[in-house]
């Protein structure tokens, strides 16, 4: 999201969110000035209101995906991510999500901020799912720090395919940054394709995936 939009964001529609649907927010002191991945879990369309209230008035962007979207719809939802700033994504397409990991890297360098979903997906009962890599790798390749934010009460305001209810009931707990140098340090000597290589994204995952486990818990 552009500047314009996000400080609009700010002054306008940050309130209204805050009044209608926040409960309680912890560990904004967590928050960096400088660029990072945010990472939350994800069970609601509402999460995207709710990250995007913790990035506002700074630029951010989300990956989005296409994939799911049929003919005119498809092109009016790629207008809509190309004036967001969404970065889009057809998971069924190899290319495409290479693309899509190489537009990221190139958001975080510019000293924008990155949101992420490392489930890949909306959870359908409300609990963390397994990670996938994609987070990892781009961790890998920028060595930003990635700050976890745990979501409560969206699915309940709105789970997949259910209704949209109107309550001040969502929690937000923000964790502390991950910078993770150990493993940033040791996959710079190691080919993409190595099994070591491999291990130490599985690994910066199922890190990733357990503070959110922490923070929703």
Known sequence: MNPIASWFCKIFLKPIVDWLLIKEVRGLEN?????????????SYLDIIIDSYLCVPRRFHFIGQIDG?????????????????????????????????????????????LVLYPEGRRSTN?????????????????????????????FELMPPRGKLKIKKAVEI????????????????????????YQKILEKITDEIMGELKQLTA
Not at 32 to 43: A, E, G, Q, T
Not at 72 to 96: C, E, H, N, T
Request: no cysteine; aromatic share 8%.
């Open 69 to 113: 979207f049929k003919g005119i719809v498809k092109w009016l939802i790629r207008a809509i991510y190309f004036v967001s700033g969404v970065i889009p994504l057809d998971r069924q397409k190899d290319q495409s999500r290479e693309d899509a990991l190489k537009k990221a890297a190139k958001v975080l360098k510019r000293g924008n901020i």
């Open 126 to 154: 409300g609990e963390v799912q397994e990670g996938r890599l994609g987070t990892a790798k781009i961790f890998l390749e920028t060595g930003t720090p990635i700050i976890p934010a745990g979501i409560k009460g969206t």
């Open 31 to 43: 928050v960096p000035r400088s660029p990072f991945i945010l990472v939350s879990n994800h069970v």
């Open 173 to 196: 707990n923000v964790g502390k940054p991950l910078f993770l140098k150990e493993e940033f340090n040791l996959a710079q000597d190691l080919a993409e394709n190595s099994p070591e």
